[in-house]
């Protein structure tokens, strides 16, 4: 049985307060990417309460992806941004949620992502973080972007940290590991990184904006 939207606010607010879960609420929050970043970064900010996210990816649902995306076998083959629409929806029914299934580039980015207060980067690629971050800094200086880099292999996941770059751009990540230097991405480390990014999107809609 889905609940009432009245019980689902009581008990969000009872466990945030009223008035950072009325700023989660009123939230807008864009996800760059699906993967084990982003998928993991989407369901804490839907089970937090925050009240729209804008999921972005072209991919589908790949066997290789379900050792640390937040997929299930049945959704082999569905877009990555359907498919976690609809996980989305049952892990917090009253979230709204926009998709869209595109390669995010230069020429459509500032269309898709204008509605969004924070912009979270999720890429698997160095050149996609690039150009995202860039654009973001150029064309949305009064936007807040929080992003990743590195969180690969087996190091401690004390390493993975939170670093404040500018007023507006924050950056989550060991900084140095790479998934072509070793064994990749482990579901475990990737996790980190995508609830530090939660926790800082969290910190920054509730008005905390140190690192």
Same mark, same amino acid.
């Given at each position: 049985?889905?609940?009432?939207?009245?019980?689902? !606010?009581?008990?969000?607010?009872?466990?945030?307060?009223?008035?950072?879960?009325?700023?989660?609420?009123?939230?807008?929050? *864009?996800?760059?990417?699906?993967?084990?970043?982003?998928?993991?970064?989407?369901?804490?900010?839907?089970? /937090?309460?925050?009240?729209?996210?804008?999921?972005? =990816?072209? =991919?589908?649902?790949?066997?290789?992806?379900?050792?640390?995306?937040?997929?299930?076998?049945? @959704?082999?083959? @569905?877009?990555?941004?359907? /498919?976690?629409? =609809?996980?989305?929806?049952?892990?917090?029914?009253?979230?709204?949620?926009?998709?869209? @299934?595109?390669?995010?580039?230069?020429?459509?980015?500032?269309?898709?992502?204008?509605?969004?207060?924070?912009?979270?980067?999720?890429?698997? @690629?160095?050149?996609?973080?690039?150009?995202?971050?860039?654009?973001?800094?150029?064309?949305?200086?009064?936007?807040?972007?929080?992003?990743? &880099?590195?969180?690969?292999?087996?190091?401690?996941?004390?390493?993975?940290?939170?670093?404040?770059?500018?007023?507006?751009?924050?950056?989550?990540?060991?900084? &140095? &590991? !790479?998934?072509?230097?070793?064994?990749?991405?482990?579901?475990?480390?990737?996790?980190?990184?995508? *609830?530090?990014?939660?926790?800082?999107?969290?910190?920054?809609?509730?008005?905390?904006?140190?690192?």
């Amino acid at each position: 049985m889905i609940p009432s939207k009245e019980a689902w !606010d009581k008990v969000l607010r009872e466990r945030h307060g009223k008035e950072r879960q009325d700023k989660f609420e009123a939230a807008t929050v *864009a996800v760059c990417g699906l993967g084990g970043l982003g998928s993991n970064i989407a369901i804490c900010l839907a089970r /937090a309460g925050v009240g729209k996210l804008v999921l972005i =990816d072209f =991919d589908q649902v790949d066997i290789s992806n379900l050792h640390r995306q937040q997929y299930k076998v049945a @959704q082999l083959g @569905q877009y990555k941004t359907d /498919a976690l629409r =609809d996980n989305l929806k049952e892990i917090a029914p009253y979230v709204e949620v926009k998709t869209h @299934q595109v390669l995010l580039k230069e020429d459509n980015a500032g269309e898709i992502l204008k509605e969004a207060d924070i912009i979270c980067e999720a890429f698997d @690629q160095p050149e996609a973080k690039a150009m995202l971050t860039n654009l973001v800094l150029e064309k949305f200086p009064e936007k807040y972007l929080v992003a990743g &880099s590195g969180m690969a292999g087996m190091k401690s996941g004390n390493l993975i940290q939170t670093k404040k770059i500018t007023d507006h751009f924050y950056l989550c990540g060991d900084l &140095s &590991s !790479d998934i072509a230097d070793g064994m990749g991405l482990v579901s475990a480390r990737v996790m980190i990184c995508a *609830a530090q990014e939660a926790l800082v999107v969290l910190r920054l809609l509730a008005g905390e904006k140190d690192s």
